[in-house]
């Protein structure tokens, strides 16, 4: 016996909604998860009126739907934004030029303006030429790191007032569970906000307008929108440390689907004793872009895989970033520590 | 490592060796150091400790042992009493079973000399609506400080004679182990109504310490220690995220635990990974009884609880810095107390778990959003009044009951005859208004459990 469609009864159902098992036809959940991502920038007052917005996409599930549903929302509820797309070339080959053909599909199919910044331009290094120095495990810090300061000073450069991330539900969840493992007290409690704090000067406010929408519902909508996408993961993914995070994960939203939520909703209620030690906001002295420290992350990173010592920005080595201002040699010992692991030369 | 004379036999974290003697002083002095350190213990308080009988509350019962009958100085200065809760109706065990693991620990307790309490779960329905009242903790205004209260306890040493303490101490043991069939059968109902074993564990941990706290204040015990040890807290504390418990992390994994206002929990084992417990227990012969739980040999995905424990541990393998990265970050919540003011209206408190409500936030506007568009499709409108008095993870608690009832039948008949009797509403109400429900007016904490949710 077929199954109606739990809201207008109606419909016959084609799907069940990963967040709340309801079955649901087709145009329902259409609306039902238009209409939650509607509520989200509403209730969070997340753009104004004449704003234009960058819209990161990598050409994913996550951007794609992203950038559909913005348009779709921007028309219907007349938010007046004008919305544009910004790519970043990490330069991984088998992986990023392919998404970044899906994105220049996108750009035609959606007629959205679209940049593209490479770390190549910004940095004068690819990925694959960051792997070959780093090695395959702490190489996702070096590519998070970078693409962050890519999205801001390729905003910068279109000159827009907001970007907007497809971060869902599931990656804000992981975020958590992540800096729980490993005892990152200050992501904990930034990681959950809707949009970064907007400060006066410079840095631009990112929000995710995808908070609260499942991973999986992406899918679903991606694949009944039959919208044009790429879906290969990342080749470095599988040594990463959030992939034991992400197991996690799935294993409890089979559990209890309402688990993902509730992880978000932990979080957001988790308070930090006074008298805790969080890191100050304010500029790096090298590049002028936010940092908590004397030297901003990509410049300890630039300055590590330039001077051949990749490890110079993994692990704690903030006595050193005094030398490296004043561009003093270091001694042999510590250059000894921070060689890459596989190193043949004799130094 | 540490005297580096005698031989070592175990080692501890990755790179500390210890010989027999070194460990159990190392062990000893952990006990102390974290008593003596968060001065919450006054001399002369009546401690309760709660023994599940495992190895880690065993272990803390034979370390309060040890601290009591040291030389005078260093003695540790409380009046202790144990514990022991028989939930064996819950888990699904056989009365002899039962029997036989009470007689067992009867033999242990009576060994120790202090006077033991040993309840069953059922005498839960018994209990006094006042349980879920968080009672007054505004402190006496002529209790002195920590220090000052040490040394006045030193001063009046002196008089006090070693006979007094004895005699007090060896009162009345009470073994209520006897429950009516009435209870006994509303408990096995409760827990087959619910059907995932998550919402179980969960209900279970409460009525637990619901129990606890009944039995501390009747018999006059301010504090409760609790044998947690570091690796079960880590777990905790991942699975109390998952649950949404956010809120009440630092109460639920921190030393001391405020929320119930008189009778404070403390948790001395905190520091012990399960491998230091193992081994002291192994070494030095702590009588410990194995008794099966909930979650006895079920497999890893069967409930939240379980699945943490195995990532945890797994993990743990790989990175050894796990359990004491997760406790760390315990360590550094806050513990939000309810304000103190007579004047101002007092914080509303979760009618279960009795921490504070965290569901008015604005932001979590989209919360309630998303449990709109869930029970849009269930139309429940008299849970509206129950869903206002919980948390939001017992709310996830009681909607996993009521959920998979909605499918009977006869729960909508129950609903309806809930619906017109006066009862239902005569106790929603009062608990509704919340503001300080008088004892007397409102229905016992059996009808509370058995009416509502039944």
Known sequence: MPVQCSNCVQRRAVLKRPKTGHSLCKDCFFWAFEEEIHQTIVSAGLFNRGETVAIGASGGKDSTVLAHVMKVLNERYDYGLSLLLLSVDEGITGYRDDSLETVKRNQQQYELPLKIVSYEELYGWTMDAIVKQVGLKNNCTFCGVFRRQALDRGAMMLKVDKICTGHNADDVAETVLMNVLRGDIARLCRCTSISTASDGEGAIPRCKPLKYAYEKEIVLYAYFKKLDYFSTECIYSPNAYRGHARAFLKDLESIRPSSIIDVIHSSETLSIKEGVKMPVQGTCSRCGYISSQALCKSCVLLEGLNRGLPKLGIGKHHRLHGKILAQEPLTEQEEKKLKPVNCNCRL | ?454
């Open chain 2, 1 to 454: 490592m540490k005297c580096k004379e005698g031989t070592a036999v175990l080692i501890i974290r990755v790179n500390d060796a210890f010989c027999r003697s070194c460990f159990k002083e190392y062990f000893i002095h952990k006990f102390r150091a974290m008593l003596g350190k968060n001065r919450v213990i006054f001399p002369q308080e009546k401690v309760l400790l709660a023994v599940s009988g495992g190895t880690a509350s065993c272990s803390m019962l034979s370390q309060v042992q040890e601290g009591l009958s040291r030389e005078a100085p260093k003695k540790l200065r409380f009046v202790p009493g144990i514990i022991y809760i028989d939930d064996g109706g819950a888990c699904g065990r056989s009365a002899e079973e039962r029997q036989r693991s009470n007689a067992l620990l009867k033999s242990i307790f009576t060994e120790t000399g202090f006077t033991y309490f040993i309840v069953s779960l059922e005498q839960v329905f018994s209990l006094p609506t006042s349980v879920l009242v968080p009672g007054t903790s505004d402190p006496d205004p002529s209790n002195p400080s920590y220090k000052q209260a040490v040394d006045q306890y030193i001063k009046e040493k002196q008089t006090l004679t070693e006979e007094n303490v004895a005699s007090a101490v060896a009162q009345l043991n009470i073994e209520d182990s006897a429950y009516s069939p009435e209870h006994k059968l509303a408990l096995e109902r409760l827990f087959s109504s619910m059907k995932t074993l998550t919402a179980k564990e969960d209900m279970l941990q409460t009525l637990r310490s619901h129990l606890i706290l009944h039995i501390a204040r009747e018999n006059g015990y301010s504090k409760v220690m609790m044998g947690d040890s570091c690796s079960r807290l880590a777990v905790k504390l991942l699975s109390n995220i998952a649950l949404g418990r956010g809120a009440a992390l630092a109460s639920d994994t921190g030393f001391s635990d405020p929320r119930y206002g008189d009778v404070v929990i403390v948790r001395p084992m905190r520091d012990y990974s399960s491998k230091e417990i193992a081994f002291y227990s192994r070494m030095f012969n702590v009588p410990s009884v194995f008794i099966s739980g909930l979650d006895t040999k079920t497999h890893d995905k069967a409930s939240i609880q379980r699945l943490t424990e195995s990532f945890v541990t797994n993990l743990q393998f790989d990175f050894p810095s796990t359990v004491s990265t997760i406790y760390r970050t315990s360590e550094k919540l806050h513990t939000v107390m309810p304000p103190q003011s007579q004047t101002a209206e007092p914080a509303s408190k979760c009618l279960l778990c009795l921490c504070t409500l965290d569901t008015k936030v604005g932001r979590l506007y989209l919360i309630c959003l998303f449990f709109h568009f869930s029970e849009l499709y269930f139309r429940l409108p008299s849970h509206q009044d129950l869903k206002t008095l919980l948390c939001y993870s017992c709310r996830l608690t009681i909607k996993d009951m009521v959920s998979l009832r909605k499918a009977q039948n006869s729960w909508v008949q129950s609903l309806r005859v809930l619906h017109s009797s006066n009862s239902f509403w005569y106790v929603v109400d009062d608990m509704a208004s919340q503001q300080c429900p008088a004892v007397s007016h409102v229905m016992s904490y059996k009808t509370v459990f058995f009416h509502l949710f039944l």
